[in-house]
């Protein structure tokens, strides 16, 4: 490719849902790549697949021509690297495509949870401006004719008003590297890294946050038992994942467990990584040989857990806003009619 940037969550899913299907149906890695590049039709796609296939031409394994691409993340080569000597490697891509498909479902709720926040701080913020910049002053002027002038509240409102007024280039400075800081947070690694730092220890996304961990944690670790991959170096693979400190600390004590002796469901509720519930559900798992599709469901638990949280903060965040600007609308517009019904009745 072009450019080597990283694949989507989404695309990474779309790329193994229709790999996984050519695979299961006994199509080799070369067959694979010329069946998928004679249905794409983006351009940057095209590239990435015959990119692949003529490096499997060449004899290279299906993983390595993965890693040459450079568009995939360590997880993802070495998930199918297990998946090629176990002989599982369908099965790997299948449970890739889910990964990244329950992956790009949270990025998208996130998305939408935050959508409706800052639209409304946006709004806030220029309900303000214009009633502090453009309606304060004609209020002024009404008070000037009635020969006084705004004090207190109204008073302070009115030159910050006059300030907006006669700094506007600044603001707008201040506006533009605003929105720098956006984009940098939002599509810059280290700025994505600050700002999820963030949020995972924010109060109100604090929660979210942890349940979303859990859900990396158990989907990574499945992938990686049904790859032939062994509990405990799955956990150094899931620690990767799950992208939470707190969670990675939990891992590690969960692997100490291990060393000292313990069983994986043992150390998993010594851990608290889980409930003591799906810890039991993850020792019947290993018991009855599933352990995977265990982890799989309580994944699917805890990414229902997620909705409901983001659903819970929305319905904090909504009304709360509404309210704050309610009331700092009000608190503007009372400071200036107050004083002027008293100027009025003082007149009548």
Do not use: W
Not at 220 to 233: E, F, P, Q, V
């Amino acid at each position: 490719m072009a450019k080597q940037k990283t694949l989507s969550n989404e695309e990474i899913a779309s790329f193994f849902r229709q790999t996984s299907m050519l695979f299961t149906a006994g199509i080799g890695p070369r067959d694979a790549m010329q069946i998928l590049l004679n249905d794409s039709k983006n351009v940057s796609g095209r590239e990435l697949i015959t990119q692949i296939r003529d490096i499997c031409r060449k004899g290279e394994p299906f993983s390595v021509a993965l890693k040459e691409t450079g568009v995939f993340p360590d997880y993802v080569i070495n998930m199918i690297s297990l998946g090629e000597e176990s002989g599982k490697t369908d099965t790997c891509m299948n449970a890739l495509a889910e990964f990244y498909e329950k992956e790009a479902a949270i990025a998208e709720s996130l998305r939408g949870a935050l959508t409706y926040p800052v639209v409304m701080l946006i709004m806030m913020l220029i309900v303000i401006i214009v009633l502090v910049a453009k309606v304060m002053p004609i209020f002024q002027q009404v008070f000037v004719e009635l020969g006084t002038d705004m004090t207190g509240i109204a008073g302070s409102l009115l030159k910050i008003g006059q300030t907006l007024n006669n700094s506007s280039i600044v603001f707008l400075i201040i506006f533009g590297v605003l929105v720098v800081i956006y984009v940098v947070a939002n599509h810059t690694k280290q700025g994505k890294k600050i700002s999820h730092n963030f949020l995972v220890h924010f109060p109100l996304t604090k929660g979210f946050y942890e349940s979303v961990a859990c859900e990396r944690f158990a989907s990574s670790l499945a992938i990686a038992i049904s790859s032939g991959m062994d509990t405990y170096s799955g956990l150094d693979m899931a620690k990767n994942m799950v992208e939470h400190p707190k969670m990675s600390e939990k891992i590690d004590v969960c692997k100490e467990k291990i060393r000292e002796g313990s069983n994986f469901s043992e150390a998993l509720s010594a851990s608290e990584i889980f409930s003591n519930l799906y810890s039991q559900m993850v020792s019947v798992g290993f018991t009855s040989g599933n352990p995977d599709t265990v982890l799989l469901q309580i994944a699917d638990a805890y990414e229902k857990q997620s909705s409901k949280k983001i659903q819970s903060i929305l319905s904090i965040l909504e009304p709360t806003l509404v309210i704050v600007l309610s009331l700092i609308v009000g608190m503007i517009l009372l400071s200036v009619i107050l004083p002027l019904m008293g100027i009025m009745s003082s007149i009548g």
